[in-house]
């Protein structure tokens, strides 16, 4: 089992920026791809941003020069959202694969962008 925290949401200003944090706890070690969807009031739950164990990264097109993602260690991955738009306001759910194809999913957090 895996257990994932988020931590970072909030309301911030068109133009403004947020990190959100990731920890992974339990049987982190097996874990592969991390990453964060988000899902906006009446719309689908969307992938934003994806890192491999090895470090490779995958983005949406609608942040691809905007938010960055890293991960520190097995278990730590974070988002760096900069230039934050009012479209990107949705909850942002954190989640982890695992070497045998299982997915879990964080609380979620949300991100408010509104002036």
């Known amino acids: 089992q895996v257990r994932l925290v988020e931590s970072g949401g909030g309301l911030v200003q068109p133009g403004g920026s947020l990190r959100l944090s990731c920890a992974a706890s339990g049987s982190f070690l097996s874990i592969n791809t991390m990453g964060w969807y988000r899902q906006a009031p009446g719309k689908e739950r969307e992938l934003v941003a994806s890192i491999t164990r090895s470090g490779g990264t995958n983005y949406a097109d609608s942040v691809k020069g905007r938010f960055t993602i890293s991960r520190d260690a097995a278990r730590l991955v974070s988002l760096q959202m900069n230039s934050l738009k009012p479209e990107d306001t949705a909850v942002y759910y954190c989640?982890?694969?695992?070497?045998?194809?299982?997915?879990?999913w964080g609380q979620g957090t949300p991100v408010t962008v509104s002036s």
């Open positions: 989640f982890a694969d695992n070497t045998y194809g299982r997915r879990y």
